[in-house]
């Protein structure tokens, strides 16, 4: 099947050809009919399944018939990060279109949105907290909605965003479309599907099973000698992009330094960073500046590049979702990706839980040439032990802090930033320069 089949408006045809898109995705092929009928649907789709253009494309379609500039489709997301991609799929896509979207969140001048939204916008792709902002200080008319889409409604609900979903609920128009996107139902969110949705269509695509072009193994390791260890399979392996989590956000800085110190083309991203700055990080990793980024999940919640080679755990997460959530990272759009986690003794308990959701033991692997046997350092006992910070508050994600993100409309205002229509984007450059050579392809080398 190729995206002929939808019949989409020329002005939609020409934005999917100039992403590079050809076939649909299971959940493209499965959502998009559901959704050009008008009929709510819910959709059980993780990032990386291709669940924003499913929703996005006939989006565009049904606004593409009608009046112009007045807010009919509204996305909630639970992170900026994710927003802004959403936004950009909406610009890539619906280029030649002539709608607008803008995006609204927290952290950033409230002016240029309320600009924005005066001159008139078709899409609203919004963060909880800002957008209730909004909508209280009537800078936001949301009477003409006509689609409501919830993305990563469960990830909304780990953030504590559902009461503010309810809220805004109560200020869009009942008579509506209304998307909701999930990669897990917990029993909340169940809950809220079945309150907002009515007669909806299901659509499950690898709700729970990690992509299939993903590689994974545990590494079993002391915790004081995870760097190391990291240093050793990094150099070993031969990787394209990196992506490595680590419980805190501390880590994460720490980590990202010391990658850095090492010679690596490294940042990291991590929720004390201003917005500018986690920005600058995602940019770096998405044109191959950095070749590895050190983030926590709540950080990296989203975070779309194509071309992600490996994803490392550091730390283990705190949920099997979690796990597949990272993982979701690697394989993108059939792509093949490698996932390593390293685990200490504590994590045993997790990783069996790991392996039954996944319905199969991991790998474990270990490295032949690394010495296991060094004993913990008596000073500088950070990496040493489990990370004990806890993990950060709820509501990050649409937080005050940070400064100045783009906000770019459909036809850009901002120049020099990123071209859209990622799959296309060449990771060109993301191992020359000063960083240590990768010498084989082996991440099957410490077998
Ligand atoms: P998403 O799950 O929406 O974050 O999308 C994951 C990645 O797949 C993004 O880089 C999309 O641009 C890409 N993608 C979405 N749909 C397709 C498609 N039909 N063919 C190829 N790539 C796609």
């Known amino acids: 099947m190729e995206f002929q089949a939808f019949n989409f408006h020329p002005a939609i045809a020409a934005g999917i050809k100039q992403a590079g898109y050809v076939t649909p995705t299971p959940i493209q092929r499965d959502a998009i009919p559901a959704v050009l009928q008008g009929r709510d649907v819910m959709g059980l789709a993780q990032t990386g399944t291709g669940k924003t253009a499913a929703f996005a494309l006939p989006i565009l379609q049904r606004l593409s018939n009608g009046p112009k500039g007045r807010v009919r489709a509204l996305v909630v997301a639970p992170t900026r990060e994710l927003a802004e991609q959403i936004h950009e799929s909406f610009g890539a896509l619906g280029r030649q279109t002539g709608l607008k979207s803008v995006t609204v969140y927290g952290g950033v001048n409230v002016n240029p949105q309320i ?164 920005q600058a990080a995602l940019d770096g990793f998405r044109d191959g500046t950095h070749q590895i980024l050190v983030a926590t999940d709540i950080a990296a919640r989203g975070i779309d590049v194509s071309q992600i080679s490996h994803v490392i755990n550091y730390d283990i997460p705190d949920t099997p979702e979690a796990y597949v959530h990272r993982i979701g990272r690697t394989g993108r759009a059939a792509k093949s990706g490698d996932a390593f986690t390293m685990v200490s003794r504590e994590d045993e308990v ?11 033991p991991l790998e474990r692997r270990t490295v032949k040439e690394f010495d296991y046997t060094v004993p913990s350092p008596k000073k500088d006992i950070e990496f040493a032990r489990p990370p004990r910070e806890p993990r950060p508050p709820r509501k990050v994600a649409d937080s005050k802090k940070g400064t100045g993100a783009s906000i770019n409309p459909f036809k850009s205002e901002h120049p020099g930033s990123k071209p859209s229509g990622r799959p296309q984007q060449a990771r060109t450059g993301a191992t020359s320069g000063n960083t240590p050579k990768t010498v084989f392809n082996s991440s099957r080398r410490g077998k």
Do not use: W
């Open 115 to 278: 600009q924005k939204l005066k001159n008139g916008v078709d899409v609203v792709v919004a963060c909880p907290g800002r957008l209730l902002d909004h909508i209280s200080q009537g800078t936001i008319d949301l009477s003409h909605l006509e689609v409501l889409v919830l993305d990563e409604a469960d990830q909304m609900f780990d953030m504590g965003f559902l009461p503010d979903i309810r809220r805004i609920l109560k200020h869009v128009p009942p008579k509506r479309q209304t998307l909701l996107f999930s990669a897990t139902m917990p029993p909340d969110i169940n809950k809220l599907a079945s309150e907002v949705l009515t007669d909806p269509v299901t659509v499950k695509v690898g709700n729970t099973a990690p992509p299939v072009t993903v590689s994974h193994a545990i590494y079993p390791v002391e915790q004081h000698l995870k760097t190391a260890l990291l240093l050793e399979l990094l150099q070993h392996t031969d990787t394209e992009s990196v992506l490595i989590f680590t419980r805190t956000k501390h880590r994460a800085k720490r980590l990202g330094e010391q990658l850095e110190k090492t010679g690596y083309k490294a940042a990291s991203l991590q929720g004390n960073l201003s917005q500018n700055r986690r």
């Open 350 to 360: 997790m990783v069996r839980t790991i392996e039954k959701k996944l319905g199969a």
